[in-house]
């Protein structure tokens, strides 16, 4: 094996600050795995470290590598190690040491240690980790398919299964077509699920419905919650990936079912949200935030892709040279998920 590796770091917020250079292979300690990275996937989380510094450590003593989700072979093991031995497939856990249960953290100091901020991350060829911080990758997946589980796959997954209780039959809303809505429209699917797809593009609709989504809605030409309630006779949704975030709960609200679900995902409407009093408190709403999930709801997720066929939706590979073009593509909202090839 060669002694140096390539390796993407960022010294400070934005674009310029974004290198990729030469670095030693590290050494595995006691308890931790060496792995040869083969793939890392992209979330919307990420360009916000990159271009704002959301995530960044603060201070900042270092040079910090980006990025959360790895799928690779572990190729060296330190003392002490039991979980895993050198040949292992594995993929990162994004939430380091939350191995069930409700996780670390207080209320005045909630839990912020996530891989790829302001843990560091993994956008390099090797990399080390601790041997709690990662799970057996996926038999049937390829690495590239195995990288996107991580976040946006156990995200979907902890709203649907781990905290949703997700029965077939029920009627599963999905916001968009990103990475998290299309592994909640595979997640829902594969419990039987009925499943809603909303979004301003059509062309993107039409793949949706190819997946097995029963009906898309083109938000900009229709008002979507009046379709939910027409779409299920008036019953609403019994599950909501809220992607949006600000003031669009107001819509999820109203488009919930009695004692439905609305998961707080994403903030493209910004970090603050808002929503009528009236439909939370007469339908009994459970409205939640999801912090991607812990380690065993990750197995459980590999064990689900491993016994079925589903494959997760990858819309673009890039080359590891190749990063700010993934970005800029990320910027422009995928069908699915975006790529890094590292090896």
Request: proline share 5%.
């Amino acid at each position: 094996m060669t002694k140096t590796m390539r390796r993407w770091q960022i010294t400070a917020a934005g674009r310029e600050n974004l290198k990729l250079i030469d670095a030693i292979i590290p050494t595995p300690g006691p308890g931790e795995i060496l792995i040869k990275v083969a793939a890392v996937s992209l979330n919307y989380r990420d360009k916000l470290l990159i271009d704002a510094g959301f995530g960044l450590p603060n201070p900042m003593k270092e040079p910090f590598v980006p990025m959360s989700d790895l799928s690779g072979a572990v190729v060296a093991i330190g003392d002490g190690v039991t979980r895993f031995a050198e040949g292992d497939r594995v993929i990162s856990t994004f939430i380091p040491d939350w191995i069930e249960g409700d996780g670390p953290g207080t209320a005045r100091h909630p839990n912020g240690r996530t891989l790829g901020g302001p843990v560091a991350g993994v956008l390099a060829e090797y990399v080390i980790l601790s041997e709690e911080w990662a799970v057996r990758g996926p038999d049937r997946l390829s690495h590239i398919e195995a990288s996107t589980l991580p976040c946006a796959g156990l995200t979907a997954w902890t709203a649907l299964v781990e905290r949703g209780n997700l029965k077939a039959g029920q009627k599963v809303v999905v916001l968009g077509t990103g990475g998290v809505s299309l592994f909640g429209l595979q997640i829902a699917l594969l419990h039987g699920a009925e499943v809603i797809v909303v979004s301003g593009d059509d062309d993107k609709l039409t793949k949706a419905k190819k997946l097995g989504a029963q009906y898309g809605i083109n938000r900009k030409n229709v008002d979507w919650v009046e379709t939910v309630y027409a779409i299920t006779n008036d019953h609403g949704a019994d599950h909501i990936l809220e992607t949006i975030g600000g003031a669009h709960l107001d819509k999820s609200l109203n488009a919930a079912a009695v004692t439905g679900r609305i998961t707080l995902i994403g903030i493209f409407d910004g970090f603050s949200v808002s929503g009528s009093f009236l439909p939370l408190a007469v339908k009994r709403l459970v409205v939640e935030g999801v912090q991607v999930g812990h380690r065993k709801a990750l197995e459980d997720l590999v064990k689900a892709y491993d016994l079925s066929d589903t494959k997760p939706i990858i819309e673009a590979l890039y080359k590891m040279e190749d990063l700010n073009v993934a970005l800029d593509h990320l910027d422009r909202g995928p069908f699915g998920k975006i790529v890094v090839e590292v090896g």
